[in-house]
Nanobody, 119 residues
Framework: QVQLVESGGGSVEAGGSLKLSCTAS????????MRWHRQVPGQERELVAS????????RIEDPVEVRFTISRDTSKNTVYLQMNNLTPEDAAVYFC????????????WGQGTQVTVSS
């Protein structure tokens, strides 16, 4: 059974930092594109960052490009999202996704972790 479990969310003041973790079981993160998304109630889910199978393909989406970093530790089967200089606009539920990009594509999602940023 595949599980992605996010952790590390919480409440911080603007300018603060959080490090989210996504620990996988039932799959190897090195075999998937791992992605972080976020979603605000009433809005579409937004892709934030992704890391490829080979780790060479790391992409951080605007507008978090200079503040967020994505990394992984295959020994812990865990993907991280380091978030710095947080703003109230970063407040959302953050989700982890494991994506198989080869045909046939399929994916797995975690349950999400809440990030709250106060001004």
């Amino acid at each position: 059974q595949v599980q992605l479990v996010e952790s590390g969310g919480g409440s911080v003041e603007a300018g603060g930092s959080l490090k989210l973790s996504c620990t996988a079981s039932g799959l190897l993160i090195s075999k998937f594109v791992m992605r972080w998304h976020r979603q605000v109630p009433g809005q579409e889910r937004e892709l934030v960052a992704s890391i490829s199978k080979s780790v060479n393909g790391i992409r951080i989406e605007d507008p978090v490009e200079v503040r967020f970093t994505i990394s992984r530790d295959t020994s812990k089967n865990t993907v991280y999202l380091q978030m710095n200089n947080l703003t109230p606009e970063d407040a959302a539920v953050y989700f982890c996704e494991a994506l198989e990009i080869s045909y046939p594509q399929y994916n797995y999602w975690g349950q999400g972790t809440q990030v709250t940023v106060s001004s």
